[in-house]
């Protein structure tokens, strides 16, 4: 089946020390999203790629960097983390085009900064 | 800008009994409009999406929702709820700003006693 793939499931962390989430996708969509979701909240967009194209939201923290290298890849980089940034991190993805294209979630992965 | 208000932060249902989740949502355009439920740990899943036409609409797991443009409003119902229901649901409201988005509401937490 086609799907969103992330991994770890589960990271921990230690304050400061910069950790890598990944996501893969094998529904060839052209757009994929980071989300952050801490305990209880709505998921906060952090950024997402059109294609090759970046596209950074606002309040998204210097801290956090992003890549991708191919399609079919996407990875989140927290340079150093805080305490703060213990959250479930969820990676999208849509197929922009032809009218609107839902997002598609991962399982996501849960991070944990000691 | 697009907002995304869900009021009820709890629900409590017995099941077999109906359901209804409110949702309102803000937007200058036509929405588009969507339901997603997550269980605990889990990544997000699409339950039903509202583009245009018909704004009665048929989604996964017996849930339906109701667009309705006078009220802002596109509610969630499920005549009846099965224990396997319990989850967070969120609504989104979808739009399209050179790339396309999605803002979700603070949603709804759902629990199913027998």
């Known amino acids: 089946d086609a799907m969103v793939i992330q991994n770890p499931r589960y990271q921990v962390t230690q304050f400061g020390k910069p950790v890598t989430l990944s996501c893969s996708q094998t529904?060839?969509?052209?757009?994929m999203y980071w989300y952050q979701q801490k305990s209880s909240q709505a998921p906060k967009l952090l950024f997402h790629?059109?294609?090759?194209?970046?596209?950074n939201e606002a309040d998204t923290p210097d801290n956090f960097q992003s890549r991708r290298p191919n399609t079919s890849f996407c990875f989140l980089d927290i340079r150093s983390p805080g305490l703060g940034d213990a959250a479930m991190y969820l990676c999208?993805?849509?197929?922009?085009?032809?009218?609107?294209?839902?997002?598609?979630f991962g399982p996501g992965t849960r991070l944990t900064v000691t | 800008a697009q907002s995304v208000t869900q009021p009820d932060i709890h629900i409590t249902v017995s099941e077999g009994a109906s359901l209804e989740l409110r949702c309102n949502y803000s937007?200058?355009?036509?929405?588009?409009l969507f339901w997603y439920v997550q269980s605990p740990g889990q990544g997000l899943q699409l339950l039903l999406k509202?583009?245009?036409?018909?704004?009665l609409v048929q989604g996964i797991k017996g849930f339906e929702a109701e667009f309705k443009r006078s009220q802002s409003s596109f509610n969630l119902r499920k005549p009846s709820v099965h224990w396997s229901d319990a989850a967070e649901y969120f609504c989104?409201?979808?739009?399209?700003?050179?790339?396309?988005?999605?803002?979700f509401g603070t949603g709804t937490k759902l629990q199913v006693i027998p």
């Open positions: 999208a993805t849509s197929r922009e085009g032809r009218g609107f294209g839902e997002q598609y």
């Open positions: 790629y059109y294609d090759k194209d970046f596209n």
């Open positions: 937007y200058g355009a036509t929405p588009y």
């Open positions: 509202y583009f245009s036409g018909d704004t």
């Open positions: 989104a409201v979808g739009y399209s700003g050179g790339y396309q988005k999605v803002t």
């Open positions: 529904l060839n969509h052209n757009v």
